[in-house]
């Protein structure tokens, strides 16, 4: 968390003209080049960052694969190189958007004794007449690249390197692999003649063998190496919805654009869990509705439900507040004339009130 960006002192003094007790800010919708003098600041509507991690498993052949099943009764080995894609997760991140058509703006009057206020960077009210913190996104996680598989030449004989074809390395390999496997039997029954009697050091050697048995077997059934991967893309639902295409994954490309039809859709719905009630109108709430107008406006954020799925399988289930499913509501102007210094704060994912102190 750091400092809002900016704290705007949003302060017009005319020393020749004395602040009368009247006097209140006003705060009325932003018309571009009708507002001259006053500070714009937008309300939000809740938008998420979409975080996805995948694995990405690259198998390759290995150099005596023709001869798996001649030496090693190896089948169905892969033959050439290929990808494979796993989706692991799905999570969502609320964060505030600039809503262009809630902008309004602070007007500085002679005769105002107008608030503090703070805005986010990208102009989100975050306060009145206090300090706010503005947030930001987390950092994303660490794409992780997998273990590397070993060169297999590091265990081989002087005999196997020097072997004339590739034919007659693959025998000789074959042969490595299969003394290996009886000096493993060997240890075990304790028949070795180098037997450790410790039973660590005893573990350690077979540990060691099974090691040089794994790197030579893979000339012949190949490699794979799975390394993680971190997509990063947002969503900025505008109304409920079933079955939004978010985007599509495909097993042998990865991640890909909603309108790729190379992959599966990974789909979310949005459903609104509660109705905000309508204002109740009479004569005597329309005359007080007159007198906010320059009020301060805010959120009253709604709570909806989002599902993430991809082919049936269920990554995100979670409710939060969501601006653009609430109503504006607005702060009475008298709460910032020159006898009151109320102080406010606003969550900057929906605009919605945090705190109110007088």
């Not at 302060?11 to 800010?25: M, P």
């Not at 295409?245 to 495909?250: G, Q």
Request: with cysteine; aromatic share 8%.
């Amino acid at each position: 968390m750091k400092k809002a960006s900016f704290i705007l002192s949003v302060v017009y003094c005319l020393l020749s003209i004395s602040l009368t007790a009247s006097a209140q800010t006003e705060v009325e919708p932003f018309v571009p080049g009708s507002t001259l003098e006053g500070v714009t600041y937008y309300l939000p509507r809740t938008a998420f960052r979409v975080t996805v991690i995948a694995e990405k498993t690259t198998i390759k052949p290995g150099d005596f694969y023709k001869y798996a099943d001649r030496y090693l009764r190896l089948q169905n080995v892969p033959t050439e190189e290929s990808v494979q894609w796993t989706l692991k997760s799905i999570t969502l991140e609320p964060y505030g958007k600039p809503d262009k058509n809630k902008a309004y703006s602070i007007k500085l009057k002679s005769k105002t004794v107008a608030p503090l206020v703070g805005l986010s960077r990208d102009g989100l009210l975050l306060s009145i007449n206090t300090d706010a913190d503005e947030s930001f996104l987390s950092d994303l996680p660490k794409p992780e690249k997998g273990a590397a598989p070993e060169n297999p030449r590091n265990y081989m004989t002087q005999e196997i390197l020097a072997a004339g074809s590739t034919a007659k390395m693959a025998e000789l390999c074959a042969q490595e692999i299969y003394d290996i496997r009886e000096s493993k039997n060997a240890l075990v029954r304790g028949e070795a003649d180098n037997t450790p009697k410790d039973g660590a050091q005893l573990k350690l050697m077979l540990e060691q063998l099974d090691k040089q048995a794994s790197v030579l077997e893979s000339l012949f059934s190949g490699t794979s190496q799975t390394d993680t991967e971190v997509i990063s893309l947002f969503y900025d639902p505008q109304q409920e919805t079933d079955r939004d295409i978010l985007f599509r994954f495909s097993q042998k490309l990865g991640v890909l654009d909603a309108d790729n039809l190379a992959g599966e859709p990974v789909y979310a719905s949005v459903k609104v869990m509660e109705t905000i009630p309508a204002a109740v109108t009479s004569e005597d709430i329309a005359k007080k509705r007159v007198k906010m107008e320059h009020g301060v406006y805010y959120n009253v954020p709604a709570r909806a439900k989002i599902n993430i799925s991809y082919k049936g399988q269920e990554f995100v289930n979670m409710e939060t507040p969501m601006a653009q499913f609430g109503i504006v509501e607005i702060l009475s102007n008298a709460l910032f004339d020159k006898k009151t210094t109320t102080q406010v704060t606003f969550f900057q994912t929906t605009g919605g009130t945090k705190d109110v102190m007088e």
